[in-house]
């Protein structure tokens, strides 16, 4: 089975749709592997920080499936996808990797551009995930991470009350 990591994002009611988006993912897919919550300046636009956090589990559902399903969720949470990229969400579900597949179609990108790109990202899959390897790159997330210009950075690990 495929091992897949999702971003997870909010700023807007962050305390109630983290823990929530949470019991949803379990509920789909079963077991979580869970990340540090890291807390994030808005990237973008001026808005409140975010709370950014990475989960990882396997499914035999197909990746179609797999983003329907976080796109409900999303939706669950009052996501509209009429939102401007840079903006403040209630909840963000970011497909970041489907085992090592490479895919282009439509509006799906894996692994997904952004993961190098973002430390919210990168720096919670380095956490969870250091030794395993970006499947285009072929270098580990942990070493992308020590390589990752930290310069500016604003993100610090926090621990929410509702974080186990």
Same mark, same amino acid.
Do not use: C
């Given at each position: 089975?495929?091992?897949?990591?999702? +971003?997870?994002? +909010?700023?807007?009611? #962050? =305390?109630? @749709?983290?823990?929530?988006? /949470?019991?949803?993912? *379990?509920?789909?897919?079963?077991?979580? *592997?869970?990340?540090?919550?890291?807390?994030?300046?808005?990237? %973008?636009?001026?808005?409140?920080?975010?709370?950014? &956090?990475?989960?990882?589990?396997?499914?035999?559902?197909?990746?179609?499936?797999?983003?329907?399903?976080?796109?409900?969720?999303?939706?669950? @949470?009052?996501?509209? #996808?009429?939102?401007?990229?840079?903006?403040? *969400?209630? &909840?963000?579900?970011?497909?970041?990797?489907? %085992? =090592?597949?490479?895919? +282009?179609?439509?509006?799906?990108?894996?692994? *997904?551009?952004?993961?190098?790109?973002?430390?919210?990202?990168?720096?919670?899959?380095?956490?969870?995930?250091?030794?395993?390897? @970006?499947?285009?790159?072929?270098? +580990?997330? #942990?070493?992308?991470?020590? #390589?990752? =210009?930290?310069? %500016? /950075?604003?993100?610090?690990?926090?621990?929410?009350?509702?974080?186990?």
């Amino acid at each position: 089975m495929p091992e897949i990591f999702v +971003s997870i994002g +909010s700023n807007v009611d #962050r =305390d109630r @749709h983290i823990p929530s988006a /949470l019991t949803a993912l *379990r509920d789909a897919f079963g077991p979580l *592997r869970v990340s540090s919550v890291y807390e994030t300046a808005a990237v %973008g636009f001026e808005g409140d920080p975010f709370y950014n &956090l990475v989960v990882g589990f396997t499914t035999e559902r197909p990746l179609a499936d797999v983003a329907n399903e976080l796109a409900r969720i999303e939706a669950d @949470h009052g996501r509209t #996808r009429e939102s401007k990229k840079f903006s403040a *969400r209630t &909840l963000d579900l970011d497909l970041l990797l489907y %085992g =090592d597949a490479v895919v +282009s179609e439509g509006k799906l990108r894996l692994p *997904r551009k952004e993961l190098t790109e973002y430390a919210f990202m990168l720096e919670p899959l380095a956490e969870i995930a250091p030794d395993l390897k @970006h499947p285009v790159l072929g270098v +580990s997330f #942990r070493e992308l991470w020590e #390589r990752y =210009d930290k310069t %500016g /950075l604003q993100q610090v690990r926090i621990r929410p009350s509702w974080h186990s």
